[in-house]
């Protein structure tokens, strides 16, 4: 299954995407972890080191995917890359995409087309898993990174801003053939939160995760959510999250 993680800025889909990574690593699947966040901080939320990011790897990029000048493959041999550029920890497997320069809408820079070709070429069998961790807004839609993926999950804050977002992101998501989509309600504080998300918004909300002060605490710390040793609410439902992800795999 291929699941795509948007939202805002800030609303928590690094947090959530690690904590996810781990929790379905645990359960004996095989995850690849894939970072398209230029600050790419995914590997802190898992706990691993940061490969070396594809986009460095401009004279591999540029043998593969440039023919001429202006020119591209669309189609660069990418089968080798997830092994050589990845970072390992126990069922999980980490890619970082690094920057990615736009030159203005629908760009096809090489490093585009060679990321988008990573992920069309990662064709997962049973028990294997793609986590993509996005940057705050539309620009990976944009790009389409996130084409035929099996769900996306559209994480929101109680906010105006987060809820403009993430219905204009599940719309999006449509557009580009992302089967399925959720919106995952986090920082939620109270029921009336809750319920202002849930009426806001134009797609069903797969799981509410409160706010958590054990989050900001693994964060302040810099480890992981899921080694934090105090009780965290927000952990618990990150796990029924997962078991509803599952579920939706299953179907
Ligand atoms: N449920 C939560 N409760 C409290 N703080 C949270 C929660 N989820 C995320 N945060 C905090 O919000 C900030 C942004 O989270 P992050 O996962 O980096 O968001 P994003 O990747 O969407 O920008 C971090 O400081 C994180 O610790
Ligand atoms: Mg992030």
């Known amino acids: 299954m291929k699941i795509v993680?948007?939202?805002?800025?800030?609303?928590?889909?690094?947090?959530?995407?690690?904590?996810?990574?781990?929790?379905?690593?645990?359960?004996?699947?095989?995850?690849?972890?894939?970072?398209?966040?230029?600050?790419?901080?995914?590997?802190?939320?898992?706990?691993?080191?940061?490969?070396?990011?594809?986009?460095?790897?401009?004279?591999?990029?540029?043998?593969?995917?440039?023919?001429?000048?202006?020119?591209?493959?669309?189609?660069?041999?990418?089968?080798?890359?997830?092994?050589?550029?990845?970072?390992?920890?126990?069922?999980?497997?980490?890619?970082?995409?690094?920057?990615?320069?736009?030159?203005?809408?629908?760009?096809?820079?090489?490093?585009?087309?060679f990321l988008k070709a990573i992920l069309r070429h990662l064709v997962l069998k049973r028990r294997e898993l793609l986590i993509l961790d996005t940057e705050a807004g539309v620009e990976h839609l944009g790009r389409s990174v996130a084409e035929n993926f099996d769900l996306m999950l559209v994480v929101v804050e109680p906010g105006a801003k987060a809820i403009t977002m993430a219905n204009r992101l599940a719309k999006l998501s449509r557009e580009i053939g992302v089967r399925q989509v959720y919106a995952v309600a986090n920082k939620v504080a109270s029921e009336e939160q809750k319920d202002f998300i849930k009426q806001e918004l134009d797609i069903e909300v797969l799981e509410a995760i409160p706010y958590d002060k054990a989050v900001v605490e693994a964060d302040i710390k810099n480890i992981p959510l899921i080694d934090i040793k105090t009780e965290s609410p927000a952990l618990k439902k990150i796990v029924q999250l997962s078991e509803k992800i599952e579920e939706l795999a299953g179907r």
Not at 8 to 29: D, N, P, Q
Not at 30 to 59: F, W, Y
Not at 96 to 102: H, S
């Open 5 to 113: 993680i948007s939202g805002k800025g800030g609303v928590g889909k690094t947090t959530i995407s690690g904590t996810l990574a781990r929790l379905f690593a645990e359960r004996g699947y095989s995850v690849i972890a894939v970072d398209a966040d230029p600050s790419m901080n995914l590997h802190s939320a898992i706990g691993v080191e940061n490969p070396t990011p594809i986009s460095q790897l401009k004279e591999l990029i540029n043998e593969r995917a440039v023919i001429a000048p202006g020119m591209y493959n669309l189609n660069p041999r990418v089968d080798d890359i997830p092994e050589r550029f990845s970072a390992v920890r126990d069922g999980i497997r980490l890619l970082v995409m690094g920057t990615v320069e736009e030159a203005g809408q629908g760009c096809l820079c090489p490093e585009n087309t």
